[in-house]
């Protein structure tokens, strides 16, 4: 399966939004790196949990392929939609931090 050509700007698009909300909230800038560093740390950890997710619910998709369980497979199919809509969305944040970090590595240049 391939990316439809505005995907790539749909996500983008999302990113910056995250940057947006998240400099309106909090200022362009962190306190400093180690604060940056704090965040993104958070972030990344919550995106794999949310991933994490995805992947344990694919097991349990191939098991209902498997022994033809079609209602537990759906439910399954629609818990790994929900993680992967909270991964991508916690990408996007990290997205968002990796921004906020350059910008704040600029001004302590």
Known sequence: MSFHENTELHIKSACLFELEQAE??????????????????????????????VKSQASGVWLS????????GETCLNSMQENAIHA??????????????KKTAKKEE
């Not at 200022?27 to 994490?52: C, D, M, P, R």
């Not at 392929?65 to 537990?72: E, L, M, N, R, S």
């Open 24 to 53: 309106k909230k909090w200022g362009k800038t962190y306190h400093s790196l180690h604060e940056g560093w704090a965040v993104l740390k958070e972030e990344v950890e919550e995106a794999e949990l949310s991933f994490n997710g």
């Open 88 to 101: 991508m969305k916690e990408l996007a944040q990290v997205w968002a931090v990796c921004e906020k970090m």
């Open 65 to 72: 392929v498997k022994g033809g369980d079609y209602a537990w």
